[in-house]
């Protein structure tokens, strides 16, 4: 390969929570390893990878012009975005003025249900569900209604359409979160998927605000839709959100977008993001979309899936094989997994907080799945060289799932 997947990196003391909160942060990061084990960071969504060369190299170019005034986003900004778009996922028709900044891409989706909701409205979301929307629609008002995710005989997660359509009927729901691909779950939601919950949408007159950032980290053998793509209603019903954050391990960069098609829309989203006075582009987080959506970057994610796929594959095979009553779903998309302890706990007489605890005392620093309404689930990131994704296995194996 030509970039460097294998190395391990030295994040600590380097500003990254994933290692430097460990031991330090009671009820949100785990414990500290017990002596003789280093920390294995499989906790916070973010890549044990150096990013690619081209972003730092955008980076440097611009800081060696020495002022950051005031500024605005450059043409090859939109440009990079539009690119990347129809390269990618093969959007057409996408234009500069359907691209909103956005701070975050909770930011974005808070922006949107303001425009489609009022406080105290209800909105759908699949169960499991990111710790982050919980907390962002808790936090401003709103209240969940949720559908579960069920797994059929294959070992897949499916929308229960069913449960949707009695859910907004007859709690008279406007609004949904969609996130594609999903998370925890790792669904890449295939198009007839989308298109039956977009028809449901239609038909209940449901705004979606359809989450994509994990659109790029997509496992060999699937293929991200987005979801404005499947029907012309969904184009002008649905505000998407994108980062380049997740794809290229730029979160701290801070910096979003959002697609959207439909004029209201597009104008009450600017409106609303507008009246806190904060969500504003940095110039530096510009350069760094820039130089991650060249060329370079097209390759580069190119070999990040085919490395986080050779992962995945490893650590579902170990777990099928090696660790008994530890089952999940296999991940289409994502760097994350989603772990059901259940068997394993009830088998051994333990709670997950004996396993989390186990976990993090031998450095698996893995995060608890019950924040994302997993009730005996661990969340597992595998976005670290393969070497150390073998290590935390084995342990797994020696030191926590023993038989």
Not at 7 to 13: A, C, E, N, V
Request: charged share 25%.
């Amino acid at each position: 390969m030509k970039y460097d997947f294998e190395s391990i990196m030295d994040r600590r003391g380097m500003d990254a929570i994933a290692l430097d909160n460990i031991g330090k942060d009671p009820g949100n990061a785990p414990d500290a390893p017990v002596e003789g084990f280093d920390a294995i960071p499989m906790w916070v969504a973010d890549m044990n990878f150096p990013t690619v060369p081209t972003v730092t190299e955008a980076i440097r170019e611009r800081i060696s012009h020495p002022a950051f005034g005031y500024f605005s986003p450059r043409k090859e900004y939109y440009d990079s975005i539009i690119k990347w778009q129809e390269t990618r996922n093969g959007v057409t028709g996408l234009t500069s003025e359907h691209i909103g900044y956005e701070n975050g891409v909770l930011g974005g989706v808070l922006s949107a249900l303001n425009v489609f909701c009022s406080k105290g409205d209800k909105v759908l979301l699949h169960l499991p569900t990111y710790i982050g929307f919980t907390g962002s629609l808790k936090n401003n008002g709103y209240e969940i209604v949720h559908s579960p995710l069920v797994m059929d005989e294959n070992g897949i997660w499916r929308m229960d359409f069913e449960d949707m359509e009695k859910k907004l009927s007859e709690e008279h729901i406007h609004a949904a979160i969609f996130c594609s691909p999903h998370n925890p779950c790792g669904r890449v939601w295939e198009r007839w998927e989308i298109e039956r919950a977009m028809e449901l949408f239609r038909k209940y007159d449901v705004y979606v605000v359809s989450d994509e950032i994990w659109s790029d980290i997509i496992m060999p053998g699937h293929k991200h839709i987005p979801t404005q793509s499947v029907s012309e209603d969904a184009r002008n019903r649905t505000a998407a959100m994108y980062a380049p954050s997740k794809t290229f391990n730029l979160a701290g960069l801070v910096g979003s977008y959002h697609i959207v098609y439909n004029r209201w829309i597009r104008e009450r989203m600017e409106k609303e993001s507008s009246l806190s006075h904060y969500n504003e582009m940095n110039v530096l987080s510009m350069y760094a979309l820039i130089g991650a959506y060249k060329e370079e970057g097209y390759e580069w994610v190119d070999e990040l899936c085919q490395v986080l796929g050779k992962n995945m594959e490893f650590a579902c095979d170990f777990i099928q094989n090696r660790l008994e009553g530890i089952t999940f779903g296999r991940p289409e998309g994502t760097y994350m997994l989603f772990l059901d302890c259940t068997g394993w706990c009830e088998k051994h007489h333990k709670t997950i907080e004996d396993v989390e605890k186990a976990a993090w005392n031998v450095g698996v620093a893995v995060q608890d799945g019950r924040k994302f309404h997993g009730p005996c689930h661990l969340r597992v990131n595998l976005a670290l060289p393969l070497s150390r994704v073998r290590e935390a296995f084995e342990r797994l194996e020696k030191y926590v799932f023993i038989k």
